[in-house]
């Protein structure tokens, strides 16, 4: 890297385009945790899909590795440089175009750094829904959501993230533009490059728009919050819920007593709903397009019949948008509650639904082995077989120990979702924190694929080095 | 190729295995239409994918290509060997297992000879459905339907083949096997493997098993058969349906009214369901998990709406599952009325759903102007953007001239597709029929990349030579 790069960068975006004040900088080096923090060669922020192309031109013919950058909300550090000072981080947060709403076609055609919240709005705007639904919807963007995959709570009626891009416009990491904005709903001409691209974080190039699709209008909702005996009943009771209503199920958030106990005492203004001792706890809820449905009716007969079969426990139905929200904030305050005991090690796994019970079961018993008293924050998406399964210290420990043997405890883990075919990484992606916990899992086969398909698209291998592949390495040889 | 190869292939795969009498290989090297016909060096039916990876394996060495084969229904070619008597075509006939059924999951494991038909009734049998819905439902094969991502009348409500296969088990050309076979609903640990393979017409391994999404049995239905003014009345229609019902949206076909008149013409015991004289038709169908739905209320309201607003020209519910049945007998059998009719030009286009209306103007007035009295028979799966745009030759005329001309009529097509950024392989694939088309029609940069893909999964250029990619070559130097 030349000293006089920012000045070349600047050629090419113009002066609003290149951050070179070290205070400017600062938010762009380090994650919104703080658990990765990184140097730069330089930030960028192109203007216009022409800019990233030149930016990229200019790294691939010095060799210089690029680092995308969203809205830096990621869970793994795939949007931090390193610690070397010869990346460059290249920030989607000129690109806020919203491009166009095509209300026939049901999409939206959107550009990289448009905040979630703000595609939602566009969406809404225009009579219709776009369903991807996080925590950090104020400030993700698009393309950080293309290039993770991203997941959330609406992945159980509507898929995570590649099932809603229809398209893409991508600039390669030589700087040639794939323009690949279609919005078609079928579209056999060849190879899926836009399902490729989506989850690649990064590492094959840079994201610049997107077309997504949308759906009709959620006008009438129903929701509660029900108390199960085991994960076996939550399971039992997601199957009967779509049986009896079948796509009408919008959401079922799993929670163990923990992750309530935890968020009751941390979080401001919530208070328990239901009276009585249960061991886990479970959001539902169901919407639907037409307003005229009488959805709080079906809620509560599904879950008498469930209360009949010992499926439930308790359950209390939400009588008010008021009251559905205070059920939503128990279940969207358990990563600022756990923020606020202290240390905790976090895991976001899949398996499949019906192996949950006796995953939750096994893997419990091991990690109560290992660390007595250690405490099981699990909670997530259980319609998608998706847990996060965090681990928080003993009562009274001060989480040394839970830190100090992090990698024996997650070992533990992982081993276990190994024995039921499940994956490490839901719905975070890999990032530099799990690439390597990866290469170790995944069969050497897909591994190699995946060096192939890198080698293939990115062969200099310059493209956000280090994540999903650890050692930033196509194929070799 | 050598003489001794059908004896090499004998002692990996047994008797039973090698196709060697003349007669026996006849259904295997041309297609179901007559089409397409090849000659093979050999054909070859693993029964395991132990034996697929010691096909492949053989076949690499000797530098032999090899042609993966399922229920040879396909449409482009993609299946048949060509005329060298060099290939040896790869059938997974049986290859026939269903692995099983995880009900808790709703999903299937099932291997690649397995026909769609008998994948359905095992869901079924689960009290569950498998989707996917064809013409060719009782011949094609689910490994044939992943290599194709296949879409057929469910794609509306559940999605291409690509959005119903949650993991694969493939051999890849050198003989090793991608153990992918993960029935996850979200994974992001590393590039989109599953979804790469789908689609990819057997041209960068040979798919061996699937994990399939199964989803609630629908319990009540509601078919409607409506007469339609013009495509934009259809398109508005789409519209008003998914705002009122949603996801029990399950069909929406359109058909013109020569499309119609040619099954009524020719399709024994169809009669037509509406007096007097309509443009277009839709047939219309809600399903519902919920037995208890009345469905039949909610269609005729809206489209009594439908009326009023002049979106619709006159209507009529199906009152027994005898009279939906008659209905669904006149869409399908609109290919069986076109064969009676002689010679047809057939194309299998998207384009946005917003652009349907001018698409179907514009390209009829093109195609006006080139033969004068052309007869279009379209339909197809119009919620998809997706119509079956065929030309039938001027009354009185024997066809010679359309056939004559053919390219010249194709190209207005698709160039009346691309001029709304559409397809020209919706849900066909693209096969040896329209790989050269889709070269033409392909942006260079995304044809490069579908040719570094090929260089990377199958750099001896050896499965399925010709499909994708007409000269079957991944990137050059």
Redesign the interface.
């Not at 533009?177 to 490059?193: A, F, H, S, V």
């Not at 779509?242 to 009408?248: H, L, P």
């Not at 319609?383 to 998706?386: A, C, M, S």
């Given at each position: 890297v030349t000293a006089d790069l920012p000045v070349r960068l600047r050629d090419l975006v113009g002066p609003a385009g290149v951050v070179t004040a070290p205070d400017q900088q600062a938010s762009y080096l380090v994650d919104w945790r703080g658990a990765y923090r990184g140097r730069a060669a330089a930030v960028v922020r192109p203007g216009s899909t022409a800019e990233v192309a030149a930016v990229l031109r200019l790294c691939a013919a010095e060799g210089i590795a690029v680092v995308p950058q969203g809205g830096n909300t990621g869970l793994c550090g795939g949007s931090v440089p390193d610690g070397s000072g010869t990346q460059v981080v290249l920030s989607t947060d000129r690109l806020r175009a919203i491009r166009g709403v095509?209300?026939?076609?049901?999409?939206m055609t959107v550009e990289a750094g448009v905040v979630l919240a703000d595609a939602q709005a566009a969406a809404r705007d225009a009579g219709l829904l776009f369903p991807l639904s996080l925590g950090s919807e104020g400030s993700a963007t698009i393309g950080g959501n293309v290039a993770?995959?991203a997941?959330g709570t609406a992945?159980l009626r509507y898929?995570?993230m590649?099932?809603l891009t229809l398209g893409l416009e991508v600039v390669?990491p030589d700087g040639?533009?794939?323009?690949?904005?279609?919005?078609?709903?079928?579209?056999?001409?060849?190879?899926?490059?836009t399902?490729?691209f989506?989850?690649?974080e990064g590492t094959?190039g840079v994201v610049t728009a997107a077309v997504l699709r949308l759906f009709?209008?959620i006008r009438r909702r129903a929701t509660a919050w029900v108390g199960l005996p085991d994960v076996a009943a939550a399971?039992?009771l997601i199957?009967l819920l779509?049986?009896?209503?079948?796509?009408?199920l919008s959401a079922f958030e799993l929670m163990s007593r923990e992750s309530v106990r935890t968020v009751l005492d941390h979080v401001p203004g919530t208070r328990d709903p239901l009276p009585g001792q249960h061991a886990w706890f479970a959001l539902v809820e169901l919407g639907?397009?037409?307003a005229g449905e009488p959805l709080d009716d079906?809620l509560a007969a599904t879950l008498d019949d469930a209360l009949d079969a010992d499926l439930v426990s308790d359950a209390v139905l939400a009588t008010s948008p008021a009251q559905a929200a205070a059920l939503w904030r128990l279940r969207e305050g358990v990563s600022e509650a756990q923020n606020a005991e202290g240390p905790s090690l976090k895991h976001d796994v899949?398996?499949?639904?019906?192996?949950l019970p006796e995953f939750v079961v096994r893997t419990g018993a091991a990690l109560a082995d290992a660390l007595p008293g250690v405490r099981l924050v699990t909670y997530g998406?259980v319609?998608?077989?998706?847990l996060h399964y965090n681990l928080g210290p003993p009562r009274g420990s001060d989480g040394g120990e839970l830190v100090a043997r992090a990698d024996e405890l997650s070992a533990i883990v992982y081993d276990s979702v190994a024995s039921f075919?499940?994956?490490?990484?839901?719905?975070?992606?890999?990032g530099r924190a799990?690439a390597a916990a990866?290469a170790r899992?995944?069969?050497p086969?897909?591994l190699d694929?995946?060096r192939?398909?890198?080698?293939?698209?990115d062969p200099a291998g310059l493209m956000n080095p280090g994540a999903?592949l650890a050692d930033g390495q196509g194929?070799s040889g």
């Open positions: 095509d209300r026939a076609n049901r999409t993770t995959n997941g992945v898929g995570t590649r099932a390669l040639r533009i794939w323009p690949g904005l279609r919005g078609l709903r079928k579209d056999n001409t060849g190879y899926d490059l399902g490729l989506v989850g690649s094959l009709p209008a399971v039992a199957d779509q049986d009896r209503v079948g796509d009408r639907d397009t037409a079906v899949t398996v499949p639904i019906s192996c998406h319609g998608d077989g998706n075919a499940g994956s490490i990484s839901a719905e975070h992606g890999l799990k990866a899992s995944l069969d086969v897909e694929l995946m192939r398909l890198k080698a293939a698209l999903v194929r």
